[in-house]
C-alpha cells in the first residue's frame, strides 16, 4: 500500500496559514508523497509562492505539484516554478516520474490542463480564431499528458491536474462554468493508460469524489472542498486490466478527429 496526500488551492498571500507548517512537517507519519494540485497563489506573486514555500519548509516527503491558472496571473509562472523547484518541489508540467515507495514503484504523470469543457458541451476549433486557439488548448493538453503517460512504468500510476478531467467533482458548481473548470480531453488518457488515481482542484464549489467512464477514481482536492491541509488517499496493490497496445495515437477518437 501507498499513501499519497494531496490537496489544491491553497491561494496563499503575503502570510503562511497557522499551523500548517506543523501538519506538513508531521505528515510523514501519514503519506508517502505529497501533491499540490494549482493555485497555490491569489495573484501569481513570488511573494505569495513564497508564502507557501515557508509552510512546507519542514516537510521530508517528496513533493510533487502542477501550476494553476492564478499562478499565470502576473506572467511569472516561470520564476514561480523554479523558486519551488530550488525549494525541493518537482513541478510537472507535461513531465512524468517514477519514484520508490515502501517498496513500489510509482509513476506519477503531471500537467495543468484546461477548460473546453466535456462531451456533448464542449468547444470546437471551429470559426474564430480565437475559438479554436481556446479549443486546440484544451485538445493538446489532452495529448501532452497521454504522451507522459506513454512508456511510464509503475505499479501504481498517479495523475495530477489543476483542472477537471471529468464533470462528477464539477458537481455543485453552474452548469454554465464547466468549460472553464475542465476538459474531457484529460479523462481520455486516464482511461486508455489504466490510471489507478487522479487528482484535481480549481473547482471550489465542486465536490470530492468521481470516477471516469472506464472506472478511474478521481478526487477534487481544492482546499475549499477538503477544508484541511490535506487529504490522504491509500492505493492497495491490484491485479491490472489489459492496456490496449496500440499507440495513444491511433485510438478510435483520434482516428475520427
Ligand atoms: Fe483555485
Ligand atoms: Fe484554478
Known sequence: MIRIAAVGDLHY????????????AALIQEADVL?????????GRLEEIASFLEDIRYCRLPIFAVLGNHEYQSGQERRIADQMEDHGVRVLEGHSVEIQVRGFCLGIAGIKGFGGGFLGACGCEFGEPEMKLFASHARKQGKRLAESL???????????????????TLQGEKRELFPFLGSYHLAEPLDFFGVDLAIHGHAHRGQEQGVTSGGVPVRNV?????RAPYRVYSLEPKARPMIKKNSWARTPESITS
Open 150 to 168: 506513454e512508456g511510464l512504468k509503475g505499479d501504481f500510476k498517479v495523475v495530477l491536474t489543476h483542472f477537471s478531467p471529468i464533470e462528477g
Open 35 to 43: 501533491l499540490f494540485a494549482g493555485d497555490l497563489t491569489r495573484t
Open 222 to 226: 481544492a482546499y475549499p472542498v477538503i
Open 13 to 24: 498571500g503575503t502570510r503562511p496559514n497557522p499551523g500548517f507548517q506543523e501538519s506538513y
